[in-house]
């Protein structure tokens, strides 16, 4: 059974930083490609970023260009986000995606609030 696990959400003032965590399990995750996506209420969700399955390509939302970053660690099963410069409006409930064949799975969410 294919489980992915977010960490890493809370609350930050804005401009500061956070780093996201989703830990596969059940998976060849060496061989999925990754993706991060938000949904904030009333809103409808997201993609904000992905990698495939090597790491050798990222894209990402323009709202987060250059402040966010999607890394891998395929040794530990495990994508990041690391979220720098934040502002209110990054504000949401932050899910990992991975796509493997024909297939998508999906994480359970973590909470981001950024708020002074």
């Known amino acids: 059974q294919v489980q992915l696990v977010e960490s890493g959400g809370g609350l930050v003032q804005p401009g500061g930083s956070l780093r996201l965590s989703c830990a596969a399990f059940?998976?060849?995750?060496?061989?999925?490609?990754m993706s991060w996506y938000r949904q904030a209420p009333g809103k409808e969700r997201e993609l904000v970023a992905h990698i495939t399955s090597a790491g050798g390509s990222t894209n990402y939302a323009d709202s987060v260009k250059g402040r966010f970053t999607i890394s891998r660690d395929n040794a530990k099963n495990t994508v990041y986000l690391q979220m720098n410069s934040l502002k209110p409006e990054d504000t949401a409930v932050y899910y990992c995606?991975?796509?493997?064949?024909?297939?998508?799975?999906w994480g359970q969410g973590t909470q981001v609030t950024v708020s002074s």
């Open positions: 995606k991975a796509a493997f064949r024909w297939l998508e799975y």
């Open positions: 059940g998976l060849t995750f060496s061989s999925a490609d």
